[in-house]
């Protein structure tokens, strides 16, 4: 097959931008030693950029958003890969410039492709995607920084969104008491049953405070808000507590006094996914793969196919979709 589907997106007029399934040929596709059928990918806030037109995730139109893929090898000039292998890859400049995984085909360096690991099949390592990655990367950055079980509440921010549920969840998993910040009230009983111990209404944290310091609630937070939210979670943490920082979603900027870093000794957290070294990224799927594996990821995924891609970006933009949406190519 030297053919094939993919969604595309296009300036359509001056900072106009609009998706649709065209066909394209492997010729089109970028240079790189493995070539793969893929079989699913997921929809992430970053892809949501992407197809919008965002020229800091970017540069050139037109392209094939999607930094997620899991599927098999066609052809491998590696010898770490075999024709026919289950892989997957997440980040690296996969769907940023590169062709992404809303194509039934991408071709990538070597570098960035992971064997699938063993007890995850292809759909459920999509299910949690770059979002599973990011999330499990923010535990594992809490539990470094010393976090306990017995430590007290652990918040988690945009928890209705990929990274935050499937943090929440695997949080739970581990025996930690998990506080769920949400926009969404109706989501109540879902975050529940993943294990959210009790849910705060978002707009409690989003505002600036005048407060330099806020009651000491937090022992640990997993944040991918960011402005004014991830402030006033700094100031609430407790003595030498620790946030795990990944996302903008309310803004990249904030702004911040000293204060509880020298009062508290509290400790901001960076969080990437995407440059980070394979090997971290292979750790933390094996992570993913077997103690955090977690009941219930399947009902929080919605599948869709290529066709009802355009519309699930646009909910994933306006910061409305609970879970995670996965994409069938092969559907
Ligand atoms: N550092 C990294 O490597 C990395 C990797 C993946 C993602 N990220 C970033 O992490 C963030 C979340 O990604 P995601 O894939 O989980 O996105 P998502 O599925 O779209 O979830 C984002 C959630 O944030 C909440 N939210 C939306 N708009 C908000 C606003 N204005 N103020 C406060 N909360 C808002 C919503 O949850 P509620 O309604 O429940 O509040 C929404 O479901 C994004 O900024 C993304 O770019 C970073």
């Known amino acids: ?17 609009q998706g649709s399934v065209i066909e394209r040929s ?33 540069r050139k139109y037109p392209h094939t958003p999607g930094i997620d893929a899991a599927g098999t090898v066609l052809s491998s000039d590696s010898d770490k890969f075999r024709v026919g292998q289950e892989v997957l890859i997440t980040g ?3 769907g940023m410039n590169t062709a992404g995984g809303f194509g039934q085909m991408i071709r990538v360096p070597a570098t ?16 949690l995607g770059t979002a599973g990655l990011t999330a499990g990367l923010c535990v594992d950055a809490l539990l470094r920084s010393g ?9 988690v921010t945009g928890a209705t969104g990929g990274v935050g549920i499937i943090a929440m969840a695997i949080l739970a998993k581990l025996g930690f008491e998990v506080v769920a910040s949400t926009g969404k009230p109706e989501a109540k009983a879902v975050l529940q049953g993943i294990g959210a111990t009790s849910i705060l209404n978002r707009n409690e944290i989003s505002e600036a405070s005048p407060k330099p310091m806020l009651r000491e609630r937090w022992a640990g937070a997993v944040d991918v808000v960011g402005g004014d939210t991830l402030f006033n979670v700094i100031k609430a943490l407790k003595y030498g507590g620790s946030v795990a920082a990944c996302g903008l979603v309310q803004s990249p900027m904030f702004q911040a006094s000293v204060l509880p870093f020298i009062l508290r000794g509290v400790n901001l957290l960076g969080v990437d996914s995407v440059e980070l070294p394979l090997a971290r990224k292979q750790d933390i799927w094996n992570k993913l793969a077997n103690d ?40």
């Open 292 to 331: 955090w594996q977690f009941d219930g990821l399947e009902q929080l995924c919605t599948e869709i196919t290529l066709d009802q891609l355009d519309a699930s970006l646009k909910t994933v933009l306006a910061g409305g979709a609970t879970g995670r949406f996965l994409l069938n190519l092969q559907a």
């Open 147 to 155: 976090l306990e079980t017995n430590s007290g509440e652990v918040l």
């Open 26 to 58: 492997v010729e089109q596709l970028h240079e790189g030693e493995v070539l793969i059928s893929v079989h699913y990918s997921s929809l992430n806030y970053k892809d949501a950029l992407s197809a919008r037109g965002n020229r800091g995730v970017t």
């Open 1 to 17: 097959m030297s053919h094939f589907k993919a969604f595309e997106v296009a300036e359509v007029s001056e900072k106009q931008f």
């Open 92 to 94: 690296y400049d996969l």
């Open 112 to 127: 960035w492709v992971i064997a699938l690991p063993a007890g995850l099949d292809m759909a459920m390592s999509m299910r």
